[in-house]
């Protein structure tokens, strides 16, 4: 998931810490408010994306459980708000891991429990879009939904699924697998470093929630969305503002 930015034209590591630091204190914040921890999620993961922000690698936002949703619901966003809305591999980790340096692609692979299908929608009129406002903002986050889990199959591959984004009954983008990484074990190891340069720790039980795999797709009020990947399922999402 690197960049074939030069590095000379990185975003520093000073700023991305920086940034990071306090996205994670309101993380902390909202869990001692009693929100419960869910897991991550990837931003900007496509390497073109990355180039455009001058970022070496995806950076990771976090999601609890102040802003999940079901499958069939109906989101209700802010009146001036420009709502995206991005079809995501799920990433369940069933062991923590701590620093992916250390731990080899098998260890990384074997912390995998299984996988789902989940949307997420973020506000791109929520922050400024300097990387420093982007990471303390959450990465736009609005609301996310997780599918139901899926544990047979056998040696998936990104490069296999078959998906889509239908808005009101219109197919609007196709999925692009080219977006992730070929070894799904590569997200996991971006996130599982990102935290572990905070004092964090990836930990069993979290869901990563992996970036788009399509285009994403700007849906407006009364939209009806369907997401399809296949072979991991179908959510669906309706828009209010």
């Not at 470093?193 to 994403?216: F, M, N, R, V, Y």
Request: proline share 3%; aromatic share 6%; charged share 20%.
């Amino acid at each position: 998931m690197k960049s074939s930015t030069m590095q000379q034209d990185f975003v520093e590591d000073i700023v991305l810490m920086q940034g990071m630091q306090v996205q994670l204190d309101k993380w902390q914040c909202l869990l001692e408010s009693g929100h419960k921890r869910v897991g991550w999620k990837i931003g900007f993961n496509a390497m073109a994306d990355q180039e455009r922000m001058k970022l070496p690698s995806p950076i990771v936002g976090f999601l609890t459980s102040e802003s999940v949703l079901d499958s069939g619901s109906t989101y209700k966003g802010k009146k001036h708000a420009k709502l995206m809305l991005e079809a995501e591999v799920a990433i369940l980790i069933g062991k923590d891991v701590s620093v992916s340096a250390s731990a080899g692609k098998a260890q990384l692979l074997a912390a995998i429990e299984g996988f789902a299908p989940a949307i997420e929608v973020v506000d791109v009129a929520r922050s400024s879009h300097d990387i420093t406002s982007i990471l303390e903002d959450n990465i736009f986050h609005e609301t996310f939904i997780l599918g139901e889990l899926v544990k047979d199959i056998a040696e998936f591959k990104v490069k296999d699924i078959l998906g889509n984004v239908s808005v009101n009954n219109q197919v609007v983008q196709t999925a692009d697998p080219s977006r992730y990484p070929d070894d799904i074990s590569e997200v996991v190891s971006v996130v599982a470093d990102t935290l572990a340069k905070q004092g964090k720790c990836l930990q069993a039980g979290d869901w990563i929630i992996s970036g788009s795999i399509t285009q994403p797709v700007e849906v407006f009020s009364g939209d009806q969305v369907e997401v399809a990947l296949l072979p991991l399922g179908s959510l669906s999402l309706n828009i209010d503002k």
